[in-house]
């Protein structure tokens, strides 16, 4: 259940009530595709984090470990030992992003593993199934990501083949609610919205999947390589049209900034490898903006990568430190960099909901929202 609490201009502030616990919204899901976020961080560091949800990978959980030893180990929550919500992706993204390797029919997606090339369907019933082992909080519907730029006829076509696999996915997923072998019982069940880059076939699909009364509803489909201003002009006009009292989710969003803005827009929810992704590669997020923690500059540097944060890596490690790591290749250079980062998207996330606690969230999204996109030396 999702609770407003108020609102500043299309900018919400909520609570999302979940099977695993209540989460203060807007909110950041750290990404931990194989049950782990890359680069050492274990489910006990996320709470150190602020980390209030992890997102999972269907499609990966699927192939490795298999998701029938997961449910054989009690599902995801206790095989990972995280007691706070979980939300699994659909595997439809895998089916975009394995494009070569895939043929879609309108009972599913045939496709070959990227680990040994063993052949696999999956359609919204196998989709529904693997989630329901895997027993996390949140499932979503099993949808089509198309290529950016899409064709109108076969965007239409895929908008209105997700609509009939999420009508499926929904009747799939009360029925596995209902056995007594289902380790969660209450797991819960978002639509993706689709449609390219057409706003017609963004609005109508909204409108159509508003119908069927999900316990949450996502905008998929965009940061695929089209430019954020189009991002956003496709919020704009699909948000009017997505029920009011169900949580948002912006998928594979995004940079600081993509952030605000979407939060501007009316988005409750986002994830992104971003953070974890670019601290691997020694680039970190700072509130005066990013940088690159080989630079040069830092090589006799004490203090903190950000003076104004507290997470456990500006605590206790200097700049000159972590870049010393990184150029000798030490496995920490990354967990510290990713600590850093996850921390900063949480405390982000930590800084809107205050904002709009405290009616100031304009001021907040223009001074940050340039500045957080800003290069730092």
């Not at 496709?111 to 895997?134: A, C, N, R, T, Y």
């Not at 912006?250 to 009316?266: C, F, K, S």
């Not at 950000?306 to 790591?325: A, G, M, Q």
């Not at 809107?352 to 730092?376: G, M, T, V, W």
Request: net charge neutral; with cysteine.
């Amino acid at each position: 259940m999702y609770k407003l609490l108020k609102q500043e201009g299309l900018a919400r502030r909520g609570e999302f009530h979940t099977p695993h616990g209540v989460i203060q919204a807007p909110f950041f899901m750290n990404v931990g595709t194989s049950a782990a976020i890359k680069g050492g961080i274990s489910s006990l560091d996320l709470k150190d984090l602020k980390c209030q949800v992890e997102l999972c990978n269907t499609y990966h959980l699927h192939v490795r470990p298999g998701d029938d030893v997961i449910y054989k180990m009690g599902g995801l929550h206790k095989f990972m030992n995280w007691d706070k919500p979980i939300l699994t992706d659909s595997g439809g993204f895998q089916v975009f992003s394995l494009a070569k390797l895939r043929k879609i029919k309108e009972e599913g997606v045939y496709f070959s593993s990227h680990v040994d090339g063993k052949k696999i369907f999956m359609g919204p019933e196998e989709s529904m199934q693997i989630q329901s082992h895997l027993a996390s909080t949140i499932a979503m519907a099993f949808d089509e990501c198309v290529e950016n730029p899409a064709k109108y006829d076969y965007a239409k076509e895929s908008v209105e083949r997700t609509t009939r696999w999420l009508i499926r996915c929904k009747a799939e997923m009360e029925r596995l609610n209902s056995l007594p072998e289902t380790i969660n019982k209450k797991q819960m069940l978002f639509g993706i919205n689709q449609g390219a880059t057409f706003d017609d076939l963004r609005i109508k699909h909204m409108q159509d999947i508003a119908k069927l009364d999900l316990d949450g509803y996502a905008v998929g489909g965009l940061a695929v390589g089209e430019p954020a201003e189009v991002m956003y002009h496709i919020l704009d006009a699909v948000l009017p049209y997505a029920p009011v009292d169900k949580p948002r989710y912006l998928m594979g969003v995004g940079t600081p900034t993509n952030i605000i803005e979407g939060v501007y827009r009316g988005i409750d929810m986002f994830d992104c490898v971003m953070p974890s992704r670019n601290a691997r590669h020694a680039t970190v997020f700072t509130w005066q903006g990013i940088t690159h923690l080989t630079n040069n500059c830092y090589t006799l540097d004490d203090k903190p990568i950000d003076e104004e944060c507290d997470c456990p890596t500006c605590r206790n490690f200097s700049r000159s430190y972590i870049r010393h790591l990184f150029k000798s290749g030490e496995t920490l250079a990354g967990r510290l960099a990713v600590q850093h980062n996850l921390y900063f998207y949480n405390t982000l996330m930590e800084k809107i909901r205050d904002a709009l606690d405290n009616d100031c969230f304009e001021d907040f999204r223009n001074h940050y929202s340039p500045l957080l996109a800003q290069k730092r030396k």
